[in-house]
């Protein structure tokens, strides 16, 4: 049985509008890409969609309360939402430094989560910030 999805190019800023035939689950045609770069991008699109990941996760005595990260290669759209969830339960402490990789194999994807900034330890004292601590019950 064949199926038709449309995807929006956005390899570059033209935006094509692509429609994708597949069949069985294999690219049969491809139409409305300007380029055949926009053939490639809607065929894996409809096939095997990935995202690049981008998210913060918690430090705790830094002298930021979050570190930015990202994935160290794209991960599957329908894997993302489990990332973020396995991810809201990483507590780093300081210092992180930038390309550390702070989830190793995320979600058995073989993919890494990694560090995108450094954050040093903070100085002792009332201006150490540990972000988001729950409030006590
Ligand atoms: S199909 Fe080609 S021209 Fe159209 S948006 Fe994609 S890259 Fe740009």
Aim: net charge positive.
């Amino acid at each position: 049985m064949s199926e038709v999805r449309e995807v929006t190019c956005i390899v570059c800023p033209v935006g094509c509008r692509v429609r994708v035939w597949l069949e069985g689950g294999r690219v049969v045609r491809v139409e409305g890409n300007l380029c055949p770069r926009g053939a490639a991008y809607a065929a894996s699109e409809a096939t095997h969609p990935v995202r690049e990941f981008f998210a913060v996760v918690r430090v705790k005595g830094g002298d930021l309360p979050v570190v930015s990260v990202r994935s160290d290669r794209p991960v599957p759209k329908g894997a993302v939402l489990s990332i973020v969830r396995e991810l809201s339960r990483v507590r780093l402490r300081a210092p992180v430094r930038a390309g550390e990789v702070v989830l190793a194999n995320v979600g058995g994807l073989g993919v890494n989560i990694v560090a995108t900034r450094t954050v040093k330890r903070a100085e002792r004292g009332p201006a150490a910030r540990d972000a988001f601590e729950p409030p006590p019950h």
